[in-house]
């Protein structure tokens, strides 16, 4: 496989991972969990595991929701959507066909 193959399949590769992980950090269900957790239902263990697994596993550096405050917890998902949109803006400005088409002119 040439090399602007394997990258251009790196970067597709990289966009879908990153609009996977957008789409998950809007779910509803992540919504729903995290109102519950913070807005006056008893803190279960369960629903803390759960969300703690969600979010550790869509915020490499998150780390527990234990003495975080829902606003706390909003702004650490708007942060990190706000990185990964910058990321997927390049990846998606990035026309590989078209600078390859250039250097070859």
């Keep these: 496989m040439p090399a ?3 990258i251009a399949k790196i970067l597709a590769d990289h966009e879908i991972q990153i ?3 957008l789409a998950n950090l809007t779910d509803s269900h ?3 969990g995290l109102f519950a957790y913070f807005g006056g239902s008893p803190k279960t263990e369960e629903l803390k595991i759960e969300l703690n697994a969600i979010l550790s596993g869509l915020i490499p550096s998150f780390q527990n929701i234990d003495n975080l405050t829902m606003s706390d917890i909003n702004k ?3 942060d990190q959507k706000r990185d990964l949109e910058a990321k997927l803006a390049l990846i998606s400005g990035n026309n590989l066909a078209a600078l390859m088409a250039e250097r070859k002119g």
């Design 30 to 32: 992540l919504r729903r």
């Design 19 to 21: 609009k996977y992980t």
């Design 4 to 6: 602007t193959a394997q």
């Design 76 to 78: 650490i998902i708007e």
